[in-house]
C-alpha cells in the first residue's frame, strides 16, 4: 500500500510539472514540446492507475 501511495504521488507531480513545460514551452521547440507533453501523459497514467488501485483497496 506504501509503495503504490508513494507512486501516485510521483506521478502526479510529474503529470503538474511536465504539464506545466509543455504548456509553457516554446511552440517552435516541438521537440522540448512532445517530450514535455509526452512524460506528462505518462504521469498522468501512472497517477491515475496507482489512485484507482488505493481506491478499490482502501473500500
Known sequence: MKTCSITC??????????????????????????????????GFMLGISSYLKISREVC
Open 9 to 42: 504521488v510521483v506521478g502526479w507531480a510529474a503529470f503538474w510539472t511536465f504539464g506545466a513545460l509543455a504548456l509553457t514551452s516554446d511552440p517552435a521547440q516541438t521537440a522540448q514540446l512532445m517530450l514535455a507533453s509526452l512524460l506528462a501523459v505518462g
